[in-house]
C-alpha cells in the first residue's frame, strides 16, 4: 500500500492557530512571575522597612550597628535628585550627621559643617596637632565626609583612604597655597615625599642632658654595685604601654607608672625618659654614704631648692636626735655636757648653724667642687655664685617626627638598630638618630623581590583631621540620641 | 535575525560607545580622588545609560505586540534590542566601577549578566540555526503541528504494516493508542495476504520503528540515523517478498520523515528555549532597574 499524498491535508490540524502553543504560554506565565516576583520582593521589603538590600554595597564594621536605619545618615530624602538638580548642599548633605557623632573627635566647621585640616606649624610642627589660633593652613573647601571616608564598601572603605585624596593638594600645594612653607609637590611616598624635615635640615637635638648612647651600649658597662652588664635599648626606651620593669629604676617600680605622653594609643610614642627609671640605679646622687646623716647618704633627684629643703630637714632631724654633733663645733665647747640636751634658743642657734655649715658643705660638693649634676646635666648661675644654680631643663622631645606619626609597637618586629643605625655609635647628645626616608622606604614600598610590600600611602603616617579645641563640646547623649547637636565646635 | 552587513552601522557605534565610556571611566579613574564610583557625574551618566538601554531592550516585546505603533520597524527595534542590550553590559559595569555592591545591585548584576549572555547565545542560535535547519531537515513543518504530526505518522507506520502483515497482536499496545488518540481503530486487511518475509517486517515494526516513533530512547535507536535506518531497512529487504517492498519503502519514509521532525524538534528548541531564561528575567530585570533608580534618587 502507497502512502497517500492526498489525504496530507488531514495530517495537519488547521486550527492550531487558536491555541496558545504551550512554549509561548510558559514563557508569558515565567515572565509574569518573575515581574510579580520581583514587585513583591520589593513591596515585602518595604512593608518590613527593610531597607538594607537597597544599600549599595555592605555597610562599615564601624556603623553595622545603624546599617537598618538609612535615614541616621540620609538625613535628607532625594538628594539624589538634589545631585542632578545642581544643588550644592547634596555635596555635604550628610556631613552633618557624620559630625553629629564624629564632631567630638575633630574639628569642624559648624557654619558648613566641613571637618577641618590638620594644622601645624610648619618651622617647630609644634603643638603637632593643634594649635588653635594657628592660621587654617589648607582652606577648608566643601568636602563631603564621604569623599574620602567611603561607607557601604565593606570592612575596609571607611578607613582606607586612597592616596589620591590627598594629592589632589599636595601634588601641586603651591598652586592652591601660594605662601605654604611646606613642601609644594608630593604625589607619593617612594616617589617625590621630601626627606623627613629633621634630617634635611640638620637640626641637631637639642636636648640640654648629655648623653652618650655609644658608652651606654658598651659591652661590659659598670652597672649598679659595679657588675659589668650589657645594656640594651629597651632598658631605657620603650613604647607607651608596655607594662614590664625597668632594669636600672631606683627601686624597680613598675612599668605601668610610667606616665604616658600624649595620648595617641599604645605604641605611638616611646615613654619619656626619666631619671628615677631609668638611671637611678647607676647614676645614684650620694654625698658621704659612710655617714648617717643622710639615708643612704643618697640626695634626691630634684631641683637645687628642693634639695636644700631636703637637706635642712634631714639635718634638722638628725641633729635634734644626735645633740652631740652641735658640740663638735669649737664655737659650741662651752655648752658641753648637759645644755645641749636641753632645748632652747642657744641650741636652736647652735643647731642653725651646723645645719647651714653642713648645707653649704654639700651644695659646694654637688655644685662647684664634685658638680654632680653636671655629669648630665647643664647649670646656670643666674644669682652669681652665692646663690643655687639653676639646672637647665632637659627639653627631651616627646615626638620627632611632629608632623606625621610612628609607631613603634608596630614596628617591634625589627630591631632598634636596623632603623637606629648610629646608636651604638653616637657619642654626642646632638646626633640626631632618626632613620632617614631611604631607609622607610626599604620596606615601605611597593613590593619588589625580598623587599617592600609594606604600607606607603599618605595615611600611614599623616592625618587628615584636626583635634577640636579641648573642652568643646562636640558629643553627647542627648545629641546621638536625638540627631541633632546643641553646641557648635569649635 | 541574522548577524549581516545590515548590522555593520550598529556595530561601529557600540564599540565606539564602549570605547567612549572606557575612555570617560578611565579619565576618571585618573583625575578623581574618590576614583571611580557610581555616584559620580560619569558614573552616574554611565548607570542612566544603562538603565535607559536595558529599558529599550525590553520594550521590543511591546513593539512588537504594538504593531500599528509605526515608531521605527520591527527590524530597526530588532536591531537596537540586540545591540542596545549588549551594550548595557559594560555600561553598568563601569557605572559600578565592576563592584557589585549590596543586595540589590548584586542582583541587578547577575540578571543583566545573565540577561546578556542568554541574548547573546540566542542571537547566535539564531543566526546560525535556521541555516542548519534548511539545510538538515527538508520536511519542515510549523513546531505547533508537529505532535498531530507524528501520530498520523504512527498510525501510517501501523496501516503500512499491517497490510503486509495483517493485525499485528504484539502491538496491540500502539493500535490501542492510536485508536485512543483519534477515535477510530487504524485501518487493517480483513484478508492479509502473508507475504514471504512477514514476520522479520512484523519485528522490526514492533522492536525498532514502535519506539522509535514513540520517543522512547530514540536517541539510541538506529534509526534516528538515516545511515544506520537504512542498514536496518535494507535487512529486512533482502527477506521480505518483492511485493511488499513499497510498503518497506513507505515505511521507511515514515521513519525519516519521523526522524525530521525529531530534528527539527531539537533544532527547534534550541532555536527558542533560551527565551524561557532570557525574557522572564529581563521581566524582573526592568522591574528592578527602575527601583534601583529612585533608590538612588532617593538616598
Known amino acids: 500500500m502507497a502512502r497517500d499524498h492526498n489525504n496530507l491535508w488531514n495530517r495537519v490540524d488547521v486550527a492550531y492557530h487558536r491555541r496558545r502553543p504551550p512554549f509561548r504560554a510558559l514563557k508569558r506565565w515565567l515572565s509574569f512571575a518573575f515581574s510579580f516576583g520581583a514587585i513583591g520582593w520589593v513591596a515585602a521589603l518595604a512593608m518590613r522597612n527593610n531597607e538594607t538590600p537597597f544599600d549599595s554595597g555592605p555597610p562599615s564594621d564601624a556603623h553595622r550597628m545603624i546599617a537598618g536605619d538609612c535615614f541616621r545618615c540620609h538625613v535628607e530624602p532625594w538628594r539624589g535628585v538634589q545631585r542632578l538638580m545642581g544643588d550644592a548642599r547634596s555635596q555635604t548633605a550628610m556631613n552633618q550627621a557624620c559630625l553629629t557623632c564624629h564632631g567630638g573627635s575633630i574639628a569642624f566647621d559648624p557654619q558648613r559643617w566641613v571637618a577641618r585640616h590638620v594644622s601645624y606649624d610648619p618651622r617647630s610642627g609644634d603643638p603637632p596637632y593643634d594649635a588653635v589660633n594657628a592660621a587654617p593652613v589648607p582652606q577648608d573647601s566643601d568636602v563631603a565626609c564621604g569623599a574620602c571616608h567611603r561607607e ?5 572603605g571607611l578607613l582606607e583612604i586612597a592616596d589620591n585624596q590627598c594629592i589632589r593638594c599636595h601634588a601641586d600645594l603651591g598652586a592652591t597655597h601660594p605662601s605654604t612653607e611646606f613642601a609644594r609637590q608630593i604625589s607619593s611616598f617612594v616617589g617625590d615625599h621630601p626627606e623627613f624635615g629633621i634630617i634635611e635640615i640638620r637640626v641637631a637635638d637639642a636636648t640640654k642632658l648629655k648623653l652618650n648612647h655609644a658608652v651606654h651600649l658598651k659591652p661590659n658597662l659598670l652597672g649598679p654595685g659595679r657588675i659589668p652588664v650589657q645594656m640594651t635599648c629597651s632598658d631605657c626606651h620603650r613604647p607607651t604601654g608596655v607594662n614590664a620593669d625597668w632594669p636600672y629604676a631606683l627601686s624597680s617600680p613598675k612599668a605601668g607608672s610610667s606616665v604616658a605622653t600624649q595620648s595617641l594609643g599604645n605604641g605611638a610614642t616611646m615613654q619619656p625618659i626619666r631619671y628615677a627609671l631609668h638611671c637611678a640605679a647607676c647614676h645614684k646622687l650620694t654625698v658621704d654614704p659612710e655617714s648617717n646623716i643622710l639615708p643612704g647618704g643618697e640626695i634626691p633627684h630634684e631641683s637645687p631648692e628642693r634639695i636644700r629643703v631636703y637637706l635642712r630637714g634631714q639635718l634638722s632631724a638628725h641633729a635634734d636626735e644626735h645633740p652631740e654633733v652641735l658640740s663638735e663645733d669649737e664655737d659650741s665647747s662651752a655648752m658641753r655636757g648637759p645644755t ?17 655649715e653642713r648645707i653649704g658643705m654639700i651644695e659646694q660638693l654637688l655644685y662647684k667642687d664634685r658638680r654632680d649634676c653636671l655629669y648630665c646635666h647643664e647649670q646656670e648661675w643666674p644669682n652669681g655664685a652665692g646663690g643655687l644654680p639653676i639646672i637647665v631643663p632637659p627639653s627631651m622631645p616627646n615626638r620627632w617626627f611632629a608632623h606625621a606619626q610612628f609607631d613603634h609597637e608596630r614596628h617591634k618586629i625589627v630591631a632598634c638598630n636596623a632603623c637606629h643605625t648610629k646608636a651604638t655609635s653616637s657619642t654626642a647628645t646632638g646626633d640626631v638618630l632618626l632613620p632617614g626616608i631611604t631607609l622607610c622606604r626599604t620596606c615601605h614600598a611597593p613590593a619588589s623581590g625580598s623587599i617592600g610590600g609594606a604600607d606607603h600611602r599618605c595615611i600611614t603616617c599623616h592625618t587628615y583631621h584636626k583635634r577640636p579645641v579641648p573642652g568643646a563640646s562636640g558629643l553627647n547623649l542627648e545629641a546621638l540620641q536625638s540627631g541633632a547637636r546643641k553646641s557648635g565646635n569649635p | 535575525m541574522r548577524l549581516d552587513r545590515t548590522h555593520r552601522g550598529w556595530l561601529i557605534g557600540s564599540v565606539a560607545a564602549t ?49 500599528l505603533l509605526r515608531i521605527g520597524s520591527v527590524t530597526w527595534w530588532m536591531r537596537g534590542h540586540l545591540w542596545l542590550g549588549a551594550l548595557a553590559l559594560p555600561f553598568a559595569l563601569l557605572h559600578g566601577a565592576f563592584a557589585f555592591g549590596g543586595t540589590l545591585t548584586t542582583i541587578l548584576m547577575i540578571l543583566l549578566i545573565v540577561v546578556v549572555v542568554s541574548g547573546i547565545v540566542g542571537a547566535v542560535f539564531q543566526h546560525a540555526l535556521p541555516g542548519v535547519m534548511t539545510a538538515q531537515v527538508d520536511a519542515e513543518h510549523t513546531y505547533e503541528q508537529h505532535e498531530r504530526m507524528r501520530w498520523n505518522l504512527r498510525r501510517e507506520a501501523y496501516e503500512t504494516v499491517a497490510a503486509v502483515c495483517g493485525p499485528l497482536e504484539a502491538a496491540s499496545a500502539e493500535r490501542a493508542a492510536l485508536e485512543g488518540f483519534s477515535g477510530h481503530a487504524p485501518r487493517e486487511p480483513k484478508n492479509p495476504s502473508h507475504m514471504v518475509g512477514a514476520e522479520s517486517l512484523s519485528r522490526l515494526y514492533t522492536q525498532r520503528i514502535v519506539p522509535f516513533m514513540r520517543n522512547e530512547r530514540a536517541d539510541r535507536s538506529a534509526l534516528d540515523s538515516a545511515t544506520s535506518a537504512s542498514i536496518a531497512f535494507e535487512s529486512v529487504r533482502t527477506a521480505l517478498d518483492p511485493l511488499a517492498h513499497s510498503s518497506l519503502d513507505d515505511l521507511a519514509a ?16 534550541w532555536l527558542h528555549g533560551w527565551l524561557l531564561l532570557h525574557v522572564p528575567l529581563s521581566m524582573a530585570l526592568m522591574v528592578l532597574v527602575i527601583v534601583h533608580a529612585l533608590m538612588a534618587l532617593y538616598y
Open chain 2, 19 to 67: 570605547a567612549l565610556a572606557a575612555a570617560a571611566y578611565q579619565w576618571q579613574a585618573a583625575t578623581d580622588p574618590s576614583g571611580p564610583r557610581g555616584d559620580s557625574w560619569i558614573g552616574l551618566a554611565l548607570g542612566i545609560l544603562a538603565a535607559l538601554m536595558i529599558l529599550f531592550a525590553g520594550f521590543l516585546g511591546a513593539r512588537k505586540k504594538l504593531l
Open chain 1, 152 to 156: 557601604h564598601e565593606g570592612s575596609s
Open chain 2, 254 to 269: 515514515i521513519c525519516d520523515e519521523a526522524r525530521q521532525l525529531r530534528r527539527q524538534g531539537r533544532l527547534h528548541r
Open chain 1, 340 to 356: 645641749l640636751r636641753e632645748a632652747g634658743p642657744e641650741r636652736e642657734r647652735l643647731k642653725s648653724a651646723w645645719v647651714n
